[in-house]
């Protein structure tokens, strides 16, 4: 699946909308590919989250931004709002604040990794963040994820985010 990904003609990608200028800003502040923050967003469902929601106590598996950070294996939700200086609850809470939070966690990810926005060109590079990121314990279920985030880079088409916004990769 990377290498066909690799070997895909570029698209043109649009990121019209208000959560797609709020992908594309957080990415390119960042220095992460807008695209894979889309894919991993679409994955995840965080496309249809509220700009601003309430967040209960005892949410059973708390949320932030577009990417959706979480406690797991690698707990991007705890890691996301450190690196912003924000309580985890305000990244739940304001989707820009989480997604922004989002695009630092998967930059750190990407750099530790060895990638960064020289590879904002090389998607195939950023597998192993997306493993990571996903947050699983096991690795075969960390492949899967990633699988399913690099179908929606390879297929591309038009992913629907909330009020109808239609974002493509």
Known sequence: ALASLAACAPRSASFEGPT???IEASARAHGVP???MAAIAHVEGGLRLAPLREVDEDELVPVAG???LRHGRF???ARGAALTGLSQREIERDLARGTDAGA????ELGASAGVGSAHAGDLAAWAPVVEELSGHLRARVRVAYRARVFAVLRDGGHLRAR???IITV
């Not at 630092?104 to 930059?107: F, S």
């Open 34 to 36: 807008a695209e894979l």
């Open 20 to 22: 797609g200028r709020m």
């Open 104 to 107: 630092r966690v998967l930059a």
């Open 75 to 77: 707990d991007s939700l």
């Open 163 to 165: 009020g109808g916004e």
């Open 66 to 68: 577009v990417l959706e």
